[in-house]
T-cell receptor
Framework: SQQGEEDPQALSIQEGENATMNCSYK?????LQWYRQNSGRGLVHLIL?????REKHSGRLRVTLDTSKKSSSLLITASRAADTASYFC????????????FGKGTLLTVNP | SAVISQKPSRDICQRGTSLTIQCQVD?????MFWYRQQPGQSLTLIAT?????????ESGFVIDKFPISRPNLTFSTLTVSNMSPEDSSIYLC????????????FGPGTRLLVL
């Protein structure tokens, strides 16, 4: 079964607004990663947060991680139409095999 | 990062036939993976392509259906054998372990439609 579960499944906002997506997982992790996918193409890595980190920023992205609740959130501030995409969280249990388990994803639509 | 290309980018195939998808990376990488993404769904890992040895398959995927080759550290192929309409998906390769980082880098995907 999928390790990560994102919510909401779909989110529609206006340009300039903030978008928040959540991810929950079931087992212990070494790190959690967020990826973006445009129109069924390849995935682009956005940000990685380790299990000993609580918050991380990258440009307009802010990721939080709560290992006690086994959850993470991705905040995109001041959204743009170009942010329209599917966003996936992926969990890495650690070890040397770098295997990821992906959540179901959130489809974000940013309306101009 | 790594530049990853896949061929073909898309194909339409008849049931019962096989298709081989190629994945080429512009640098040597230890870990290569193949994923399937069914329409409107998330990614499911098919297997880890191991250089010089047999691929490691995830539960629900078998070598007879998805044979994988990894002849060197920059190239891999995935074959979808004896295809049925249920195999219609996007197939993606990815790499990890660049500079010992956990980040995965993905190819653009191969969109397969089986009629």
């Amino acid at each position: 079964s999928q390790q990560g579960e994102e919510d909401p499944q779909a989110l529609s906002i206006q340009e300039g607004e903030n978008a928040t997506m959540n991810c929950s997982y079931k087992t212990s992790i070494n790190n959690l990663q967020w990826y973006r996918q445009n129109s069924g193409r390849g995935l682009v890595h956005l940000i990685l947060i380790r299990s000993n980190e609580r918050e991380k920023h990258s440009g307009r992205l802010r990721v939080t991680l709560d290992t006690s609740k086994k959850s993470s959130s991705l905040l995109i501030t001041a959204s743009r139409a170009a942010d329209t995409a599917s966003y996936f969280c992926a969990t890495d249990p650690g070890g040397s095999n770098y295997k990821l388990t992906f959540g179901k994803g959130t489809l974000l639509t940013v309306n101009p | 990062s790594a530049v990853i290309s896949q061929k073909p980018s898309r194909d339409i195939c008849q049931r019962g036939t096989s298709l081989t998808i190629q994945c080429q990376v512009d640098s040597q990488v230890t870990m290569m993976f193949w994923y399937r993404q069914q329409p409107g769904q998330s990614l499911t890992l098919i297997a880890t392509a191991n250089q010089g040895s047999e691929a490691t398959y995830e539960s629900g995927f078998v070598i007879d259906k998805f044979p994988i080759s990894r002849p060197n550290l920059t190239f891999s192929t995935l074959t979808v054998s004896n295809m049925s309409p249920e195999d219609s998906s996007i197939y993606l390769c990815s790499v990890a372990g660049l500079r010992n980082q956990e980040t995965q880098y993905f190819g653009p995907g191969t969109r397969l439609l089986v009629l």
